[in-house]
């Protein structure tokens, strides 16, 4: 069979199951089954396979049609400007976790902070720590996760990138092993509720860990307990900014009004126009 013919057949299966993403994914698989560049595929459209090739995608192919990720599968994710490794241990970060980073970046750009110092509470794969390495070299940046297997893994990502001289990896659960202040605290912190936690895709629910998406009855846990303890971490006008639901902005608004601790409290919509990130200046 050529890769024309591969693909094809593929996106009728992938889409029978249900995955809207079909013709990517199917490409995706194949390219990282074959080693190469999707662009291969247009230009050599009638490549055929070896029966070699063909086991192997094939049990690529079995794995996603069970609706596991294809970042799982591949065992990679892009982010920001830079590929990081992904498995089982670890949420698969986002398009929309970008925010977060370039709002981090904003603030920094207008406080003038001479060498930052940044806490990244729930690392994961150390997505939004390592774009802010990147992006800020002279920071001082310590990222904690209560999960040991997770901070490997942000460990490794940070090696591969050349960062780990930029960031501090600590095991901790919130506050607890984490001593100083920082000029800011950001945070993906897990925040689905109970029942919301019972509908999502089987692509989410039965392979990305429970620990890092599920906040208690109401999804709203979390922020109550982080938004309390984090302003005794932060100086004196430092900044606290945190991933949110689409329909949770009005909800964690208030829990962040009523602690006392924060002004400027603010809003910023993703790129889809639904809420995606709060800020809040320690008064």
Not at 1 to 12: F, G, P
Not at 41 to 68: G, H, T, V, W, Y
Not at 69 to 81: D, E, L, N, Q
Not at 109 to 135: H, V, Y
Request: charged share 25%; with cysteine; hydrophobic share 45%.
């Amino acid at each position: 069979m050529t890769i024309r013919d591969i693909i094809s057949e593929i996106i009728i299966k992938l889409e029978a199951v249900g995955i809207p993403s079909a013709r990517l994914d199917a490409e995706v698989l194949l390219a990282f089954c074959l080693n190469c560049d999707r662009l291969e595929f247009i230009k050599n459209p009638d490549r055929p396979l070896s029966n070699a090739q063909m086991a192997a995608f094939q049990k690529l192919l079995d794995r996603r049609l069970r609706f596991e990720p294809v970042a799982y599968i591949t065992g990679r994710k892009a982010f920001w400007s830079f590929t990081l490794e992904v498995n089982h241990d670890v949420l698969i970060p986002r398009p929309d976790t970008e925010v977060i980073v370039e709002e981090a970046l904003a603030i920094c750009r207008t406080q003038a902070f001479n060498q930052p110092r940044i806490l990244d509470i729930g690392t994961g794969s150390g997505a939004i720590a390592l774009a802010l390495a990147k992006e800020i070299p002279e920071t001082q940046i310590t990222a904690t996760d209560i999960s040991a297997a997770a901070l490997k893994l942000a460990q490794k990502n940070a090696c591969a990138l050349g960062l780990e001289n930029s960031i501090t990896f600590l095991q901790s659960n919130l506050f607890e092993q984490v001593h100083g202040e920082f000029n800011m605290i950001v945070s993906n912190p897990p925040y689905i509720g109970a029942d919301e936690y019972e509908t999502l895709a089987a692509g989410v629910k039965d392979y990305e860990p429970r620990e890092a998406l599920l906040s208690g009855q109401t999804g709203l846990e979390f922020y109550e307990k982080l938004i309390y303890q984090a302003h005794s971490h932060l100086t004196e006008n430092g900044w606290l900014l945190l991933e949110i639901g689409a329909k949770q902005g009005k909800s964690v608004r208030t829990i962040m009004a009523n602690a006392g601790f924060y002004d400027r409290i603010d809003v910023r919509a993703d790129y889809a126009g639904l809420s995606r990130v709060i800020k809040g200046r320690r008064k």
